[in-house]
């Protein structure tokens, strides 16, 4: 009998014929942490000591130790050696189909590529001055990058137009605040971006719906919203819209464009999903250059925590109060996400995780279109499912009952923009990790939506 570390007070018992010897040290390891002989944070002997103690080989043990590591047991601190791993504790037991995230890629090794990226950052970079305040809007480069990023849905751009944002949600806010006045009417679609709506409210402006059909907003009633209200601001989502996924098709975009222009007012072109789609048309902005402010953040094909948005304002003077009103609550992009981004964007990497993306989105549209069958009404591509729901359901008693599940939806009410509600809900694809989490949640909720309630 052979001790492993006669403090923690177990000893692992190796038998002859108990199997593989690393087997039998693994499992002694896992039956030890379980009776709480050996407790999170104590630390296991060097390999060769461990083998000299064992009188087993070093390939043994350390065949043992990556068993362990396999099954959460152990955790390596590099020279400070091998110890007892903290219990993983899930903390995320709901299964999470409310939130529009990029989906995890195949074939992408998202750790190296953070690593690899801030590496470049810190050997290229003055390093205090990641570290300080910047001007907002960006610097020079983080522009040039900008511009290089939105150049497939824009064309060549000069990067003194494109400004750097900390998410799309705080351009918006600052292009309320640049371009409305309190009181002044926003026109949007019935079902819409709840951020429009927060920002909205909160500045003291009007959000009016304008009707729309399934090519999205109706020219006519455009053009009948703006004889009405006089806007401030036509806001628009044309690419797999948020919530409906439906893509506005270009001869749409060139009507709409065309009522802003003869009506005087700017569209805001939010357009989070365009890299994502398949074969998108062109976009409004490319359209009706004088008339639109485009905006694009990295969040939905890269990734939230970069916190990065491009804005395209192509008026000097907007530019100005834009990046005035920017800094009234949010200052600054914060240079070292910025710089991490530009680094992506110029070494490549930005290009590969979005295709990453691209691709396991469709996978999992695929899924979603099996398991939902003939509910499915997706297009495909993007992030989202919009469900129309049966008549016996209605949309916020769905995600009543699917929270009890333990599945979170997103009802339609959380899009309406002051007029009644669809009868639908959004299924997000991306922000479940695991595919196979995310098959029992679609299956889950499949399972549901077939029985009639309570």
Known sequence: MSQLKSIQGWSPRLAMQGGPRFLQIADALQAAVADGSLKPGDRLPPQRQLAAQLDVDLTTVTRAYDEARRRNLLEGRGARGTYVAAPKVELNAILDLSMNTPPPP?????????????????????????????????????????????????????????????????????????LTEPGDVILAEPMTYPGLRAAATQFGRRLVAVEADQHGMIPEMLAQACRQHQPGLVYLNPTLQNPTAITMPESRRKELASIARHCQVRIVEDDPYWLLADAPPPTIASLAPEQVIYLATLSKCLTPGLRVAFVLIRDPQERERFLAALRSFALMAAPLSAALATQWILDGSASSLMAGVRKEARLRHRMARDILAGRYSGAGDGLHVWLELPAYWKSAQLAHAAGSEGIAVTPAEAFATGSAAMNAIRISLGSIQDRGRLQAGLQRLSHLLAQRPE
């Not at 001055?129 to 824009?154: E, F, I, K, N």
Request: charged share 15%.
């Open 106 to 178: 195949d074939g992408v090794d998202f750790d190296d590529m953070l690593k690899q990226g801030l590496s470049q950052v810190l050997m290229r970079a003055d390093n205090a001055s990641l570290m300080t305040y910047h001007l907002a809007g960006g610097s020079d480069a983080d522009r040039q990058a900008g511009a290089l990023w939105l150049a497939p849905m824009l064309g060549q751009l000069e990067a003194s137009q494109v400004l750097v944002c900390p998410g799309a949600q705080a351009a918006i806010a600052a292009l309320i605040l640049a």
